[in-house]
């Protein structure tokens, strides 16, 4: 790897008339996020630009979009899609919970550092301004970054959650959602795996199941990522693909994102379960969901 090579490569494919989106894909989907953050000190130092802007200034749309995801550093990547998903009208609750139910405690620490820096205020002030109620609470306790990630599991205890849980939710009027919170954001993967056992022999059902009747909307969605992500996180971001390609329209956001911030952690085990889970290859569904450039940027970060 010669980052002054690349360089210079990158270069070429933009100067002059016109753009060689081929040359771009195949140098940039070839090295791995630490390369390209030299490549892009590289440039400026030896070419004398900026590779950021000349690549917005080349390129447009979804392409554009997962190109500048690859040149941007993992936790800053995660920065500001948290940021875009609550400023402006509306909020993108959806990548909220994805980031936040799957991230580990040091990335949701450097989430937050990096946060402040970026922007002069935290990013628990951001979440208490822009959601509210108990979604609101779920999402400021997985942004402490808390979580014990122990591997001990008490199994008493265990029990005790169980049944916990059981009686939040399954055996009384109302739901107390507080129980949940507490129980699915603070204790270890291995404890809340031995948890989910308990809980289907006392309440005959998964604890999915009881979290889809006991509550709804974005409450819902993100105790549902908390167990999907502590019982199977490819699994989960498998499913988050699939949804964001089936039916009519592609939601891009997440297309993008899950592709772009997972391709150098679990690609190979997220194709694994999405072939699985849907009789189809996700090779197969971007190439039928997506096209131009932005379809080949994407098949060669799934990998074919």
Not at 101 to 130: C, H, M, P, W
Not at 165 to 191: P, S
Not at 254 to 263: E, F
């Amino acid at each position: 790897f010669s980052a002054e090579q690349e360089a210079q490569a990158l270069r070429k494919a933009m100067k002059g008339f016109g753009t060689d989106e081929d040359a771009i894909i195949e140098i940039l989907t070839k090295l791995n996020v630490s390369q390209r953050q030299q490549v892009l000190i590289t440039y400026k130092s030896s070419i004398g630009r900026d590779l950021i802007d000349d690549l917005k200034s080349e390129l447009s749309g979804n392409f554009e979009r997962v190109i500048i995801g690859m040149m941007t550093p993992t936790t800053m990547y995660d920065v500001h899609e948290l940021r875009r998903a609550m400023k402006g009208a509306g909020t993108d609750e959806g990548c909220l919970i994805e980031i936040l139910a799957s991230r580990t405690n040091e990335e949701i620490r450097r989430i937050n550092e990096n946060y402040k820096l970026q922007y002069g205020r935290t990013f628990e002030e951001d979440i208490v301004s822009d959601t509210s109620s108990m979604f609101r609470r779920v999402l400021v306790s997985l942004a402490t970054g808390n979580r014990d990630e122990g591997t001990y599991v008490d199994g008493a205890l265990a029990q005790q959650d169980a049944q916990c849980l059981y009686e939040a939710g399954e055996k009384k009027w109302g739901t107390d959602e507080v129980q949940f919170m507490t129980i699915l954001c603070t204790r270890n993967r291995f404890h809340l795996l031995r948890v989910f056992d308990a809980y289907r022999e006392i309440a005959n059902k998964d604890i999915t199941e009881s979290i889809k009747s006991e509550m709804s909307g974005d409450l819902e969605d993100a105790l549902l990522a908390v167990v999907k992500c502590m019982r199977n996180k490819p699994a989960y971001f498998a499913e988050r693909l699939y949804k964001s390609m089936k039916g009519l329209g592609t939601d891009d956001n997440t297309l993008i994102r899950v592709m772009v911030s997972r391709c150098e952690i679990d690609m190979l085990e997220i194709r694994r379960e999405f072939l699985t889970m849907y009789g189809k290859s996700l090779y197969s569904f971007i190439q039928g969901d997506c096209s131009g450039d932005y379809r080949k940027v994407l098949l060669r970060l799934c990998g074919g």
